[in-house]
């Protein structure tokens, strides 16, 4: 019988093939492989219609935010900084690690020294069968040396338990398992986003509405319908410092922060806070609030009704929420 990558694609979704994804609701992982970034650099994606490589986004200054690891790029060959890099499954151990806002002393302890993360999901079944697309069965970050498979056989073979292994590991797992969750999918220099692209992946509406605000309106008619909210928590690990909700109306901000004391429990949740306003078409005014206590609620009141504003709140520097509010009665609808 002839293989072709659609048949395994099938195999694995139909529970034909041996994986370690056990839970019914993450199946869908099989359906789609996967880009990770941080939210400015989706704008730029998305704006660009190009998902480009690291050498390629930074010679065309693409690059708006580097949320890699300092770490993990010094001990990945170069050659493979010329490609387009996707991951097959999302949840993978670089994600677990950079995945959310952390405080400098979080960034410390931390192994990657590194944070982002909104997922694009492509259409897999489409890039396989490219002629310039080429796979791994481990991640390209190994210092090992690497086998690139480009065939319907090869990717038949790939070690799908390790790959979408989706439970704990002891420590002889973890030097078998871990490099596989990182399999990757590569393209060389520049992959056209509108001829793959399915869905865009956040992980709380607050989230959702600083993309949207983020976007042109043009972007909005073209994009708006991808995006989608992980309310079950299949693609994210949610474990540090992220802004769940923000509702804005006309005489106050209120707004519910997950926070994060993941491994530093007995250090509270402390980092400059900067809030950015700018009412109707006034000038962008900012308030630094210094190694602010993180709540998780909090209510901002006016002193008098504001029908048009937009807010954006910075933790560290780093863009964490941006928000526009237009009273319904000045709305153009």
């Given at each position: 019988?002839?293989?072709?990558?659609?048949?395994?694609?099938?195999?694995?979704?139909?529970?034909?093939?041996?994986?370690?994804?056990?839970?019914?609701?993450?199946?869908?992982?099989?359906?789609?492989?996967?880009?990770?970034?941080?939210?400015?650099?989706?704008?730029?994606?998305?704006?660009?219609?190009?998902?480009?490589?690291?050498?390629?986004?930074?010679?065309?200054?693409?690059?708006?935010?580097?949320?890699?690891?300092?770490?993990?790029?010094?001990?990945?060959?170069?050659?493979?900084?010329?490609?387009?890099?996707?991951?097959?499954?999302?949840?993978?151990?670089?994600?677990?690690?950079?995945?959310?806002?952390?405080?400098?002393?979080?960034?410390?302890?931390?192994?990657?020294?590194?944070?982002?993360?909104?997922?694009?999901?492509?259409?897999?079944?489409?890039?396989?069968?490219?002629?310039?697309?080429?796979?791994?069965?481990?991640?390209?970050?190994?210092?090992?040396?690497?086998?690139?498979?480009?065939?319907?056989?090869?990717?038949?073979?790939?070690?799908?338990?390790?790959?979408?292994?989706?439970?704990?590991?002891?420590?002889?797992?973890?030097?078998?398992?871990?490099?596989?969750?990182?399999?990757?999918?590569?393209?060389?220099?520049?992959?056209?986003?509108?001829?793959?692209?399915?869905?865009?992946?956040?992980?709380?509406?607050?989230?959702?509405?600083?993309?949207?605000?983020?976007?042109s309106d043009e972007?909005?008619?073209?994009?708006?319908?991808?995006?989608?909210?992980?309310?079950?928590?299949?693609?994210?690990?949610?474990?540090?410092?992220?802004?769940?909700?923000?509702?804005?109306?006309?005489?106050?901000?209120?707004?519910?922060?997950?926070?994060?004391?993941?491994?530093?429990?007995?250090?509270?949740?402390?980092?400059?806070?900067?809030?950015?306003?700018?009412?109707?078409?006034?000038?962008?005014?900012?308030?630094?609030?210094?190694?602010?206590?993180?709540?998780?609620?909090?209510?901002?009141?006016?002193?008098?009704?504001?029908?048009?504003?937009?807010?954006?709140?910075?933790?560290?520097?780093?863009l964490m929420y941006?928000?526009?509010?237009?009273?319904?009665?000045?709305?153009?609808?």
């Amino acid at each position: 019988m002839t293989i072709s990558f659609d048949h395994t694609l099938d195999k694995l979704e139909l529970g034909e093939m041996g994986t370690n994804i056990h839970k019914t609701s993450r199946k869908f992982w099989y359906r789609y492989c996967y880009h990770f970034s941080h939210v400015k650099n989706i704008i730029s994606i998305l704006e660009d219609g190009r998902l480009l490589s690291r050498n390629k986004a930074i010679l065309e200054n693409k690059m708006s935010q580097d949320n890699a690891s300092e770490k993990i790029i010094e001990q990945t060959d170069s050659l493979y900084k010329n490609y387009v890099r996707l991951y097959f499954r999302p949840k993978t151990p670089t994600q677990y690690h950079n995945e959310g806002f952390k405080t400098e002393k979080q960034l410390a302890i931390s192994q990657l020294n590194a944070q982002c993360s909104i997922p694009i999901f492509l259409d897999i079944h489409k890039l396989l069968t490219h002629p310039d697309t080429s796979f791994t069965d481990r991640s390209l970050a190994l210092s090992a040396p690497h086998k690139i498979y480009s065939t319907p056989e090869e990717f038949n073979n790939l070690p799908f338990k390790k790959i979408y292994h989706d439970g704990a590991l002891n420590e002889a797992e973890k030097r078998e398992i871990i490099g596989h969750r990182q399999a990757e999918i590569i393209f060389p220099e520049s992959l056209p986003i509108e001829d793959y692209l399915k869905k865009i992946i956040v992980r709380t509406p607050a989230e959702k509405e600083t993309l949207l605000t983020l976007m042109s309106d043009e972007l909005k008619r073209k994009y708006e319908d991808y995006i989608q909210i992980d309310s079950s928590k299949n693609v994210f690990f949610s474990r540090w410092t992220y802004f769940n909700n923000v509702h804005l109306a006309e005489n106050y901000i209120q707004f519910n922060l997950n926070i994060s004391q993941y491994q530093t429990p007995s250090i509270p949740t402390q980092f400059d806070l900067k809030i950015s306003f700018k009412q109707s078409d006034l000038e962008w005014k900012s308030q630094v609030y210094k190694n602010w206590l993180a709540v998780q609620k909090l209510k901002l009141n006016f002193k008098d009704s504001i029908d048009n504003y937009e807010v954006a709140f910075h933790f560290n520097d780093q863009l964490m929420y941006y928000g526009r509010y237009q009273s319904e009665a000045n709305s153009p609808y």
